[in-house]
């Protein structure tokens, strides 16, 4: 499957927020959950001209002499070693419903190193414990070179901007 031109569109997008952000990935986790289904998957709107605003919000918005990523551009490249990644069997002990996980092993294409991928959201209010139990890693997988990428702002309705490219 298929699935072509997802973005989060109503009020609480705004002109692209944390909020909208954070709810993509948990549905992309969803999506990467079942990727023996689906193989292919697209944000759209890509672009805005802000001389041209006939679709928000977009993953990255530009003038004639400046751009910026939104929150759900970053989410993107968090994303980005899911491609021909193996889907690994995880589980998540937590005592809230507010978060999702998955985890990859990937193939680092400049190295040629397997490493493992592991996405967490929390699409609550508050800050939440958990722990992530993962089955079968293989042996290939590189012990270091780990690192921990947050994708967080003061408030979920932020947004970047010309002024605040790196708000959220």
Same mark, same amino acid.
């Given at each position: 499957?298929?699935?072509?031109?997802?973005?989060?569109?109503?009020? &609480?997008?705004?002109?692209?927020?944390?909020?909208?952000?954070?709810?993509?990935? #948990?549905?992309?986790?969803?999506l990467?959950?079942?990727? &023996?289904?689906?193989?292919?998957?697209?944000?759209?709107? !890509?672009?805005?001209?802000t001389?041209?605003?006939?679709?928000?919000?977009?993953?990255?918005?530009?003038?004639?002499?400046?751009?910026?990523?939104?929150?759900?551009?970053?989410?993107?490249? !968090?994303?980005?070693?899911?491609?021909?990644?193996?889907?690994?069997?995880?589980?998540?002990?937590?005592?809230?419903s507010?978060?999702?996980?998955? #985890?990859?092993e990937?193939?680092?294409?400049?190295?040629?190193k397997n490493?493992?991928?592991?996405?967490?959201?929390?699409?609550g209010?508050?800050?939440?414990?958990?722990?992530?139990?993962?089955?079968? !890693?293989?042996?290939?997988?590189?012990?270091?070179?780990?690192?921990m990428?947050?994708?967080?702002?003061?408030?979920?309705?932020?947004?970047?901007?010309?002024?605040?490219p790196?708000?959220?």
């Amino acid at each position: 499957a298929f699935v072509s031109e997802y973005a989060v569109t109503k009020e &609480d997008a705004g002109a692209g927020s944390l909020l909208a952000a954070v709810a993509e990935a #948990a549905f992309l986790i969803g999506l990467e959950k079942n990727s &023996d289904i689906v193989q292919m998957v697209a944000y759209a709107p !890509l672009f805005l001209n802000t001389n041209d605003r006939r679709w928000i919000p977009d993953a990255i918005v530009f003038n004639s002499y400046q751009n910026y990523g939104t929150p759900s551009y970053w989410l993107q490249q !968090l994303f980005t070693n899911s491609s021909g990644a193996t889907l690994l069997n995880s589980t998540l002990q937590s005592s809230s419903s507010s978060i999702v996980a998955s #985890a990859i092993e990937y193939k680092d294409s400049q190295h040629g190193k397997n490493y493992l991928n592991v996405k967490v959201v929390n699409f609550g209010n508050a800050t939440e414990n958990f722990e992530i139990s993962i089955n079968c !890693l293989n042996s290939s997988v590189q012990p270091f070179g780990s690192s921990m990428v947050l994708l967080t702002s003061a408030n979920v309705m932020d947004e970047n901007s010309f002024s605040e490219p790196n708000k959220v």
